[in-house]
């Protein structure tokens, strides 16, 4: 007689056997007894856990909120669950490096009984309708990441658990991230940072003396090797989980500048007013009219640039041709990515310098509209290269394409008041939503990270509100996007850091009447206008 065929949550458990011997079909018999009978019903099948492994200083918070914010943005519903945060929350007195040393027993037991809580939180907001969650600890050794996945699977045989370690040897790295800790972690309030570097130091010789890297070819993991210089990735399955493999294989921090810009002005296109808020978050006309977004979408879709448009093309080819030239100066780190893709070693004393007939380190990538390759035009004999994407092309309003927002209002008030119920979600008749373009963004979200060199986008106001919003991060609501400002000539710079990302924006308006009027070159340079850091809140590792 043969065998009947494995079902899907057999097949989980025997599966998570190989996690660790204590854990064993026998235990789940009731789970499995129940999924037999009653099915999944798709309550916890697709959801994901991600499980950072690691010693403190390796970046593992900074790749839990990334991942987080990314899959936030995509519109999952995804947290990150740190247990170094819930452990300051409940400790009743300072807990310096003796209390993450292997050998006091006390201290140890607190650990894991603190870690089992914050885990068992995340379960239970999975259980209450979450997608993917991260679970930010260190667990070093195979007998807590055993207890993780058992726990785990106990909730649900068929929850994805995926664990994500993060490795680094490089000294330069390690000093630059010990500092950070050291500096910006509340654990070191008020303490001197040479006292709090030396008990970091000791912190992590004693998680040294206990670690036990991923080295089974039966654990589901993504190991990181010096953030996304070498990843290994073994039986990684589902659709999430090698979203977000691919997405870890394109994050670094090497510190180079991504440029957001609207297309030059176009005739019959909305007056340009140097007013006062060209640097807030929100958009002014929201803010006078805040029933309704702001749409200016009357303009016929082959639009070219006016004297005005091509006058701000202009001047942004010369502020990214010096933008660029003082970046190549100033910083090796896209020299030594260079020498490792064309696989030559140590000639850093050959490093080109630039010149009128170089080519500047930029990549661009604009709409398919014409107005977009215009403003682009005067980059095409500068940049490395020019790309074409529809994704970038405007939030398609489909039938209403053509109508002012009081238009909209007045023949269709009732669409509106569906818009206003999910903006984010929300699909314009014959159009499409914004969680429809963030679909189609994901490819260039995914280029701009693993992007070496500084890179442009030129593209329009309501594609870039939902790009802006991806590095804008945790701090504004997908359904806050349409909200979010962003004024033609003025050129929004982001570069990324460890908070995040750190923006500048460079307003152009009062520069490009300036050389409409003298019809000269000048020494005038764009407005800078507020710095700030987008997105990030700080996290700090157990």
Same mark, same amino acid.
């Given at each position: 007689?043969?065998?009947?065929?494995?079902?899907?949550? /057999?097949?989980?458990?025997?599966?998570?056997?190989?996690?660790?011997? $204590?854990?064993?079909? *026998?235990?789940?018999?009731?789970?499995?007894?129940?999924?037999?009978?009653?099915?999944?019903?798709?309550?916890?099948?697709? #959801?994901?856990?991600?499980?950072?492994?690691?010693?403190?200083?390796?970046?593992?918070?900074?790749?839990?909120?990334?991942?987080? =914010?990314?899959?936030?943005?995509?519109?999952?519903?995804?947290?990150?669950?740190?247990?170094?945060?819930?452990?300051?929350?409940?400790? =009743?007195?300072?807990? *310096?490096?003796?209390?993450?040393?292997? /050998?006091?027993?006390?201290?140890?037991?607190?650990? %894991?009984?603190?870690?089992?809580? !914050?885990? %068992?939180?995340?379960?239970?907001?999975?259980?209450?309708?979450?997608?993917?969650? @991260?679970?930010?600890? $260190?667990?070093?050794?195979?007998?807590?990441?055993?207890?993780?996945?058992?726990?785990?699977?106990?909730?649900?045989?068929?929850?994805? @658990?995926?664990?994500?370690?993060? !490795?680094?040897?490089?000294?330069?790295?390690?000093?630059?991230?010990?500092?950070?800790?050291?500096?910006? /972690?509340?654990?070191?309030?008020?303490?001197?940072?040479?006292?709090?570097?030396?008990?970091?130091?000791?912190? !992590?010789?004693?998680?040294?003396?206990?670690?036990?890297?991923?080295?089974?070819?039966? =654990?589901?993991?993504?190991?990181?090797?010096?953030?996304?210089?070498?990843?290994?990735?073994?039986?990684?399955?589902?659709?999430?989980?090698?979203?977000?493999?691919?997405?870890?294989?394109?994050?670094?921090?090497?510190?180079?500048?991504?440029?957001?810009?609207?297309?030059?002005?176009?005739?019959?296109?909305?007056?340009?007013?140097?007013?006062?808020?060209? *640097?807030?978050?929100?958009?002014?006309?929201?803010?006078?009219?805040? *029933?309704?977004?702001?749409?200016?979408?009357?303009?016929?879709?082959?639009?070219?640039?006016?004297?005005?448009? +091509?006058?701000?093309?202009?001047?942004?080819? %010369?502020?990214? =041709?010096?933008?660029? +030239?003082?970046?190549?100066?100033?910083?090796? %780190?896209?020299?030594?990515?260079?020498?490792?893709?064309?696989?030559?070693?140590?000639?850093?004393?050959?490093?080109?310098?630039?010149?009128?007939?170089?080519?500047?380190?930029?990549?661009?990538?604009?709409?398919?509209?014409?107005?977009? +390759?215009?403003?682009?035009?005067?980059?095409?004999?500068?940049?490395?290269?020019?790309?074409?994407?529809?994704?970038?092309?405007?939030?398609?309003?489909?039938?209403?394409?053509?109508?002012? $927002?009081?238009?909209?209002?007045?023949?269709?008030?009732?669409?509106?008041?569906?818009?206003?119920?999910?903006?984010?979600?929300?699909?314009?008749?014959?159009?499409?939503?914004?969680?429809? #373009?963030?679909?189609?963004?994901?490819?260039? !979200?995914?280029?701009?990270?693993?992007?070496?060199?500084?890179?442009?986008?030129?593209?329009?106001?309501?594609?870039?509100?939902?790009?802006?919003?991806?590095?804008?991060?945790?701090?504004?609501?997908?359904?806050?996007?349409?909200?979010?400002?962003?004024?033609?000539? @003025?050129?929004?710079?982001?570069?990324?850091?460890?908070?995040?990302?750190?923006?500048?924006?460079?307003?152009?308006?009062?520069?490009?009447?300036?050389?409409?009027?003298?019809?000269?070159?000048?020494?005038?340079?764009?407005?800078?206008?507020?710095?700030?850091?987008?997105?990030?809140?700080?996290? $700090?590792?157990?």
């Amino acid at each position: 007689m043969s065998a009947e065929p494995e079902n899907e949550v /057999s097949k989980s458990l025997r599966d998570s056997q190989t996690i660790s011997p $204590t854990i064993t079909v *026998d235990e789940f018999e009731d789970k499995i007894q129940e999924f037999n009978q009653k099915g999944d019903e798709g309550h916890w099948r697709g #959801k994901i856990v991600l499980v950072l492994v690691g010693l403190p200083a390796r970046g593992k918070s900074y790749i839990a909120y990334k991942t987080v =914010t990314y899959l936030r943005w995509r519109g999952f519903k995804a947290d990150l669950f740190n247990v170094g945060k819930f452990r300051r929350q409940k400790a =009743t007195s300072p807990q *310096d490096q003796q209390f993450f040393d292997s /050998s006091n027993a006390s201290a140890k037991a607190q650990r %894991e009984e603190l870690a089992e809580a !914050v885990l %068992e939180q995340l379960l239970d907001w999975l259980e209450e309708g979450g997608d993917a969650a @991260v679970f930010d600890a $260190t667990n070093t050794t195979n007998e807590r990441r055993a207890k993780v996945m058992k726990i785990c699977k106990r909730r649900s045989p068929l929850l994805n @658990v995926v664990f994500v370690e993060s !490795v680094c040897d490089n000294p330069k790295v390690l000093e630059a991230n010990y500092k950070e800790k050291a500096t910006h /972690s509340p654990d070191y309030k008020d303490m001197p940072l040479e006292e709090a570097l030396k008990d970091l130091i000791k912190r !992590v010789k004693n998680y040294e003396k206990v670690y036990e890297p991923i080295n089974d070819d039966f =654990t589901s993991y993504i190991k990181l090797i010096d953030l996304s210089a070498k990843v290994i990735c073994n039986k990684v399955y589902g659709a999430m989980a090698h979203s977000i493999a691919s997405f870890l294989m394109s994050i670094h921090i090497q510190p180079r500048p991504i440029y957001l810009a609207r297309c030059g002005h176009v005739k019959g296109g909305d007056e340009i007013n140097a007013y006062t808020k060209r *640097d807030s978050l929100t958009n002014s006309q929201l803010t006078r009219n805040s *029933d309704g977004p702001h749409i200016p979408y009357t303009l016929p879709l082959d639009s070219r640039l006016d004297s005005r448009g +091509q006058t701000f093309a202009v001047l942004l080819k %010369e502020f990214l =041709t010096q933008k660029c +030239q003082t970046y190549w100066k100033e910083h090796n %780190e896209l020299w030594d990515y260079i020498q490792n893709y064309l696989q030559i070693k140590d000639i850093d004393e050959h490093k080109p310098q630039m010149n009128q007939t170089t080519r500047l380190p930029l990549v661009v990538y604009t709409s398919t509209l014409a107005r977009a +390759q215009e403003t682009a035009k005067p980059l095409l004999q500068y940049a490395q290269f020019v790309e074409q994407h529809s994704s970038l092309n405007m939030l398609d309003m489909g039938d209403l394409h053509g109508m002012t $927002t009081d238009q909209i209002r007045d023949r269709h008030p009732n669409i509106l008041k569906e818009w206003a119920k999910d903006r984010y979600s929300f699909r314009w008749p014959g159009g499409e939503s914004q969680q429809d #373009k963030t679909r189609t963004l994901i490819p260039l !979200v995914m280029e701009l990270e693993r992007q070496r060199f500084p890179a442009v986008v030129l593209s329009h106001a309501s594609t870039l509100q939902i790009l802006y919003g991806y590095f804008m991060g945790m701090s504004v609501p997908q359904s806050q996007y349409y909200a979010l400002n962003v004024p033609q000539e @003025v050129v929004i710079e982001l570069t990324p850091s460890q908070y995040g990302w750190i923006e500048k924006r460079y307003d152009f308006s009062s520069q490009v009447v300036e050389r409409l009027r003298t019809r000269e070159r000048s020494s005038s340079q764009p407005q800078t206008l507020a710095e700030r850091t987008l997105g990030i809140q700080h996290y $700090t590792e157990e």
